[in-house]
T-cell receptor, first 117, second 113 residues
Framework: GAVVSQHPSWVICKSGTSVKIECRSL??????MFWYRQFPKQSLMLMAT?????????EQGVEKDKFLINHASLTLSTLTVTSAHPEDSSFYIC?????????????FGPGTRLTVL | DQQVKQNSPSLSVQEGRISILNCDYT??????FLWYKKYPAEGPTFLIS?????DKNEDGRFTVFLNKSAKHLSLHIVPSQPGDSAVYFC????????????FGQGTRLTINP
């Protein structure tokens, strides 16, 4: 149980285009999902918290107009990188909040490698 | 402001020996701590956690120790196995407000046969 998928697993795009990444909780409902970014050899940095049916909460320094988050259902959140540039190339990971052992836990997706040319 | 720090970027241990990974935090509001294991190009997988009301939690070969006064936690793996080679992240959160995880920088553990 508690499986989270991401699609696509990797994507290469041209500078200036937009890319959408999907995060799905496959066997549980998640009112809250999180989006992280990881640059090589660095930590996972939280970008935003996505709540179903409401606007996402962005961390300081993350441009909400550039990283559009939509959490339209209890099993799906999407991250759209708009007008992508080479500096947006990174590993994007989502997580979904669910219950494990009576406690709230985050279950992580496998990540999406974005390369912007 | 790095609230969770893993000061050792890498660690090499011989198979069968004990691996000890360390983590320090600065935010005294953190009351729940987790360790994740991560392979390249994959998402983190949960390993073990500990609440601030405890100072030790054990699960098979993995034990996490928490020293609240020193704001320090450690993960012990014994005996270490080649399959344990991965990057290990510690993470912390508070039980109040948003359930945001703050991650350390990670430690790459290599188990040598």
């Amino acid at each position: 149980g508690a499986v989270v998928s991401q699609h696509p697993s990797w994507v290469i795009c041209k500078s200036g285009t937009s890319v959408k990444i999907e995060c799905r909780s496959l066997d549980f409902q998640a009112t809250t999902m999180f989006w992280y970014r990881q640059f090589p050899k660095q930590s996972l940095m939280l970008m935003a918290t996505s709540n179903e049916g409401s606007k996402a909460t962005y961390e300081q320094g993350v441009e909400k107009d550039k990283f559009l988050i939509n959490h339209a259902s209890l099993t799906l959140s999407t991250l759209t990188v708009t007008s992508a540039h080479p500096e947006d190339s990174s590993f994007y990971i989502c997580s979904a909040e669910g219950l494990a052992g009576g406690r709230s836990e985050q279950f992580f997706g496998p990540g999406t490698r974005l390369t912007v040319l | 402001d790095q609230q969770v720090k893993q000061n050792s970027p890498s660690l090499s241990v011989q198979e069968g020996r004990i691996s000890i990974l360390n983590c320090d935090y600065t935010n005294s509001m953190f009351d729940y701590f987790l360790w994740y294991k991560k392979y390249p190009a994959e998402g983190p997988t949960f390993l073990i956690s500990i609440s601030s009301i405890k100072d030790k939690n054990e699960d098979g070969r993995f034990t996490v120790f928490l020293n609240k006064s020193a704001k320090h936690l450690s993960l012990h793996i014994v005996p270490s196995q080649p399959g344990d080679s991965a990057v290990y992240f510690c993470a912390a959160k508070t039980s109040q407000g948003a359930q945001k995880l703050v991650f350390g920088q990670g430690t790459r553990l290599t188990i040598n046969p």
